[in-house]
């Protein structure tokens, strides 16, 4: 279990490290995948208890530290992206990778409009533009992309960990 834990704050890591300078150093108007939203996803998929929630309320913490501007918006939406994939997961089969990249697509718009609703209350700014619209958009269809391939790494990942220690202490038995 420690080892998945350690897996997936690496994830976490990797994840912030790209979006937050790898893609903005390209330019600076890029538009990068949100690796928070796919992360919170997968929690959504696997860990279906307070243990899920909690994960994906650290991983919107450590969202907000990254961003280094408000805390609370991107924890806030890692909780509604957890949220609604538990409930769309128990209603559909969420695994096969379209339907994972449209439920990703489905969550990155709403982990947007909650980071926007979130930042509402903090400043008192119109933030529905047509330009901020267009690259929710575009952020959400680069995530609904990139997320299928993500989840698959993670479960790769994971599930070699899980079978590596399952092995470790069923050996152990036997030696004793």
Do not use: W
Request: hydrophobic share 55%.
């Amino acid at each position: 279990m420690f080892r998945a834990v350690v897996i997936f704050a690496f994830a976490c890591l990797a994840g912030l490290i790209v979006q937050a300078t790898l893609v903005h150093s390209i330019s600076p108007y890029a538009v990068a995948p949100d690796f928070i939203v796919i992360l919170a996803l997968y929690l959504g998929l696997r860990v279906q208890s307070p243990a899920g929630v909690l994960g994906a309320f650290l991983l919107g913490v450590a969202g907000d530290f990254a961003s280094a501007q408000f805390v609370g918006p991107t924890a806030a939406g890692a909780v509604v992206v957890y949220g609604l994939t538990v409930i769309v997961s128990s209603k559909i089969y969420a695994e096969h990778p379209f339907t994972m990249g449209l439920l990703a697509l489905f969550c990155s718009i709403a982990d947007s409009l909650t980071y926007m609703l979130m930042l509402a209350v903090y400043i008192d700014v119109d933030m529905l533009t047509a330009e901020v619209l267009r690259g929710i958009g575009l952020e959400a269809l680069l995530t609904a992309l990139i997320a299928p391939v993500v989840v698959k790494l993670l479960e790769a990942s994971v599930r070699s960990s899980i079978t590596q220690t399952k092995y470790n202490n069923d050996s152990l038995r036997r030696a004793r």
